[in-house]
Every structure is written in structure tokens, then in C-alpha cells.
């Protein structure tokens, strides 16, 4: 079963708009979240996590929202920049474990 | 700086052959995690290791063996190939564990034919 959910796979925006990708999750156990962002033959790099004891967390162009009643977080990426087309994979955490469960990623394109 | 660093970059296997990824860093970090990704699919743990060792697994584990016998270095095995093992496998590593973010290599494309 997926516990961590990326729909809309793909999503296309004017370079200098906001980029909105989202994140569902099913385990009301996890308790950090993490965004990577993956460019073609290369491994996913980190790129910005949150707290669950939080509800934003921001690093310069790229904050994420946690919304814990819903079990829902996204990541805004603004403005968005041509080097910001990658694939982002949302990651979540059970406390005192090691693993993290990924979902699928998000394909962003930032159109020039 | 190299980071994490995998060889090889590709593979092709016939099935039933057995191959060994190469997975080392740099950063003296105690945790190392191999994944595998699949078309479409998200990252999946195979195995991990919280030092030198000490492994276990992860979410898919089957036709597959570690070993972590220096902090530097932790290569996968895979025994006997079947085409279900095509994939792109990631190694990854952090300092303390998962709520610290990982650095990963950039992957070995493999393909059982």
C-alpha cells in the first residue's frame, strides 16, 4: 500500500510564477517529511524538510505547508527558475525509524 | 569531494547471472541505505545499515544480499538475476538516520535480460 501519495504527475509553469506540488499521506505515524528533487541521471538531492510540531518551513524560494488534520503537504517553489525542472519526491518518517516511504514524484517543467 | 559514489553507472545481465553494485562515501557517515527505483514508481528500500556490522532490511529485500564491513563502503548483491530486478538502484547515506537528510550517488542502471 502507498503511504505516500504525489498525484498529478507532471506539471508545466511560466518561469517566475509559482510552481504548487502536492503531497497526501496515510500514516498518522510519521512524523518528518522531507521534499528531494531528482534530475535525469543523477540521485535525488535533498532540498527542505518540516517537523510535524511545525506547519511551515521555508529556504529561500521554496517553502513547504504541512496541514496534519488533513494529512496533506505541499511544496511552493516561487518564482520558479528553468532550473528548477526536476522530479520531486515527496518523503515521510515513523519516529525512531529508519526508513523513509517516497512517493511516486511530481515532473516539473518551468517553461522560459 | 566525492560524496556517494556507485559504479557501475550500467549493467546488463542475462538471468541467472550475479553482480555485485558498488556503493562508497566519503563523509564518514554511519548510515547507508540502498533503494531501488522503478519506472514511474517512487524510491523503495532494499537494505540499510546503521554502522559497520550491522544491516537490515528494508521494504524489498528478496534476491538480494549487504554487507557493511567498513564504514566507507556498502556494496549489494544480487545473486541470481531475474528481469523483475530491473531497475535503477540508489545508494544512499546520512549521519544520524532518516531525519537527516540522505545523500545519494547517482544511481546503476541495470537491465536483466
Known amino acids: 500500500d502507498q503511504q505516500v501519495k504525489q498525484n498529478s504527475p507532471s506539471l508545466s509553469v511560466q518561469e517566475g510564477r509559482i510552481s504548487i506540488l502536492n503531497c497526501d499521506y496515510t500514516?498518522?505515524?510519521?512524523?518528518?517529511f522531507l521534499w528531494y528533487k531528482k534530475y535525469p541521471a543523477e540521485g535525488p538531492t535533498f532540498l527542505i524538510s518540516i517537523s510535524s510540531i511545525k506547519d511551515k518551513n521555508e529556504d529561500g524560494r521554496f517553502t513547504v505547508f504541512l496541514n496534519k488534520s488533513a494529512k496533506h503537504l505541499s511544496l511552493h517553489i516561487v518564482p520558479s527558475q528553468p532550473g528548477d525542472s526536476a522530479v520531486y519526491f515527496c518523503a515521510a518518517r515513523v519516529y525512531g525509524n529508519n526508513r523513509l516511504a517516497f512517493g511516486k514524484g511530481n515532473q516539473v517543467v518551468v517553461i522560459p | 569531494n566525492a560524496g556517494v559514489t556507485q559504479t557501475p553507472k550500467f549493467r546488463i545481465l542475462k538471468i541467472g547471472q550475479s553482480m555485485t553494485l558498488q556503493c562508497a562515501q566519503d563523509m564518514n557517515h554511519n548510515y547507508m541505505y540502498w533503494y531501488r527505483q522503478d519506472p514511474g514508481m517512487g524510491l523503495k528500500l532494499i537494505y540499510y545499515?546503521?554502522?559497520?556490522?550491522?544491516?537490515d532490511k528494508g521494504e524489498v529485500p528478496n534476491g538480494y544480499n549487504v554487507s557493511r564491513s567498513t564504514t566507507e563502503d556498502f556494496p549489494l548483491r544480487l545473486e541470481l538475476a531475474a528481469p523483475s530486478q530491473t531497475s535503477v538502484y540508489f545508494c544512499a547515506s546520512s549521519y544520524q538516520g532518516s531525519n537527516e537528510k540522505l545523500f545519494f550517488g547517482s544511481g546503476t542502471q541495470l537491465s536483466v535480460l
Open positions: 500514516n498518522s505515524m510519521f512524523d518528518y
Open positions: 545499515s546503521v554502522g559497520a556490522g550491522i544491516t
